[in-house]
């Protein structure tokens, strides 16, 4: 049943990048291209936490008591974890830039139309 | 462990921060800037050659005293040989390439600070930051470091485009952007199917898991990693189907961006193909892609530079079909072919800058940037005239600049590697380049200079000439003695051609 939870994880991840894709790519509105975008970036993010899942595994934090050789059986990779949350602030950061841009466009040309601002 | 080898990321770091704080004060920002700047190039001269493990986290195996008291899980395996932290790596050929990186911005950011009458310190927090990012870039022996400051380099890339205020920025910096949106999640995405396969994602163990059997390399997850990166490796260096973005990027920002920004571009392209060699050398593929990859990019890179009319567009696509010349030295995959073409990268840079520069010079002149509206300039301007002209038969190879011995070279190594008609198609695109930039300086300036052309400023700063100069004066040093990089570059090359590590 765990196992299913992770390859539920995996597919839907698969499926936001494939989604996140075609929006990019096929969508002639800058903000759904965004929002495609945003799901690009989210569907690898799941991806790596579904990776990093251990069955049956704890929080990797280190608490008093705890036996050193239990926990690293039992801890859960962390990496994948702190990988994602720096990726969550980069796209943050990248998100926030391409939406200042975008509203600047907006004020210029009065449209959000990427084949009117872009051009092809 | 040198202290240097992270001050070389932090140092540009905290000057763009700090630039950011002191906006619109003008003479504070200057000051201060070329201060800072002149610091970069000197870092890695001074830092002494060797690994830096951040928070001093050294693989256990070089430090017992970490290792005690922890479980046989991890001591008793190979979990003992990994890299534990980030780690940086400092050798012969970081050591170049910081430097010429250094140089390249110490010049870019004095020419911006005296050709703009009212200094941004925001234009020079992007110009550090991005500084900064390749520093890291070239540094980290960590594959998620190097996303991390690749995405932070492609940010700072946009800043520079978006701080410019050319006609025509915001629409190009978007396009950059979501073609960005795509290629770094794909990279974190291959980033992430390497981890799951190896278990790390310190490129020195992702190798040794792969050599030592630990990891089966033929597993096709590799593969699709192998696929993903390379994306994302067009994408950053603006290699085909990327170069016509790349090149508009360089055409909306100001010249002396540009001549940072090409820099960022040929450093990402080196590291991240320094990357795919070393980890995936072993798959005949990937020299394969190189090498197809490069021939494409050399053709029509410089091919499309022929039909173009805008300056900064035109040596864009110019800079985009040299890294061809780089990236076949990579793909031949012989240690002489590697050298060559990473001697190939250092003079591509400092060409490149020299030339966004000089022809810069038009561009604050008249503020024009299209070929067709110029001319008569040789008159205005005859040193700097005579300067681009040197600069223009650095770039196509004429002895006894430094690009003639590096395509000597690539030609050398593309014969001995089996290969002469790329030696034919290399030669054929030097002519090709030389055409494209004669047809250039015909325009600006050998040709009357029409009526409509109105003259703007008409001195320009002496930094700008020193800038120039001392651009020449490199590339004929590296001309006449190319031992002074390519001594740098062996040990890299001989490791790559090998296998790593």
Redo the contacts between chains.
């Keep these: 049943m765990i196992i299913d939870t992770q390859l539920a994880s995996l597919f839907t991840a698969g499926a936001l ?1 494939v989604i996140g ?1 075609f929006a ?2 096929f969508l002639d509105n ?1 903000i759904k ?2 929002i495609g ?1 945003a799901f ?2 989210d ?2 993010n799941l ?2 936490i579904a ?1 990093g899942y251990k069955p049956g595994g704890i929080v990797y934090i280190y608490l008093p008591g705890m036996a ?2 239990w926990f ?2 039992n801890a859960a ?1 962390p ?2 974890f702190a ?1 994602v949350l ?2 969550i602030v ?1 796209g943050a ?2 998100m926030a ?2 939406l200042g ?2 509203m ?2 907006y004020k ?1 040309h009065g449209s959000l139309k990427a084949s009117k ?3 092809d | 462990m040198d202290l240097l080898i992270p001050l070389m990321v932090i140092v540009p770091i905290i000057c763009a921060l700090f630039l950011n704080l002191l906006h619109k004060k003008d003479r504070t920002i200057k000051a201060i800037a070329i201060t800072l700047a002149l610091i970069l190039p000197l870092l890695p001269i001074l830092a002494s050659y060797g690994m830096h493990y951040f928070g001093g986290y050294a693989p256990l195996t070089e430090n017992p005293t970490l290792s005690t008291g922890l479980p046989s899980l991890i001591t008793g395996t190979a979990l003992k040989t990994f890299h534990p932290a980030i780690t940086y790596s400092f050798q012969g050929a970081q050591k170049l390439f910081i430097f010429i990186l250094g140089l390249v911005a110490f010049l870019a950011i004095m020419v911006s600070l005296f050709e703009t009458k009212r200094p941004s310190g925001v234009y020079g927090f992007m110009m550090f930051m991005g500084v900064a990012s390749l520093t890291a870039i070239l540094l980290t022996d960590d594959i998620f470091n190097f996303y991390v400051f690749f995405e932070i380099a492609a940010l700072a890339t946009v800043g520079v485009v978006l701080v410019s205020q050319v006609k025509g920025n915001y629409e190009t910096a978007l396009k950059y952007m979501i073609l960005g949106g795509i290629a770094s999640p794909l990279l974190l995405l291959g980033i992430a199917l390497l981890l799951g396969v190896t278990g790390n994602v310190n490129i020195t163990d992702i190798i040794s898991s792969l050599k030592s059997g630990m990891v089966n390399p033929q597993n096709p997850v590799i593969l699709m990693a192998c696929g993903l990166i390379v994306f994302s490796w067009l994408y950053g260096s603006g290699l085909p189907p990327f170069h016509t973005i790349k090149s508009a990027i360089y055409s909306k920002a100001l010249p002396h961006g540009a001549a940072l920004l090409q820099a960022f571009s040929v450093f990402t392209f080196v590291a991240l193909g320094i990357i795919i060699l070393r980890i995936f050398s072993y798959l005949p593929i990937s020299q394969m892609i190189i090498l197809g990859v490069s021939l494409l990019a050399m053709i029509l890179g410089i091919t499309m530079a022929l039909l173009q009319t805008d300056i900064k567009r035109m040596f864009g696509f110019l800079a985009v079909g040299e890294l061809g010349y780089i990236g076949l030295g990579l793909g031949l995959g012989t240690a002489y072919g590697i050298t060559a073409g990473l001697f190939q990268a250092v003079n591509e840079v400092l060409i490149t800058a020299f030339l966004f520069i000089g022809f810069g010079t038009i561009y604050y002149q008249t503020g024009e940037s299209d070929i067709r509206k110029l001319g008569g300039m040789m008159i205005k301007t005859p040193l700097v005239a005579l300067l681009v002209l040197l600069a223009g038969f650095a770039m196509a190879g004429v002895p006894p600049l430094n690009a003639f011995q590096s395509k000597l070279m690539l030609i050398q190594a593309s014969i001995q590697a089996g290969l002469p008609e790329l030696g034919v198609i290399m030669i054929l695109m030097s002519i090709v380049t030389f055409m494209t930039f004669m047809k250039a300086f015909h325009a600006v300036y050998m040709r009357p200079k029409p009526v409509e052309l109105e003259i703007k400023n008409e001195k320009i700063p002496q930094a700008t000439i020193l800038a120039l100069l001392v651009f020449l004066a490199v590339c004929i040093l590296f001309g006449l003695f190319p031992h002074l990089v390519t001594g740098f570059l062996q040990t890299l090359s001989i490791s790559l051609a090998g296998g790593m590590p």
Excluded: E, H, N
């Design positions: 990048i894709i990019a790519v800058l291209k965004v975008l690009i970036g569907g690898t991806f790596l990776m050193r050789d690293a059986q990779y990496l994948p990988m720096t990726s980069i950061s990248t830039v391409m841009i975008i600047v466009l210029k601002i872009l051009g």
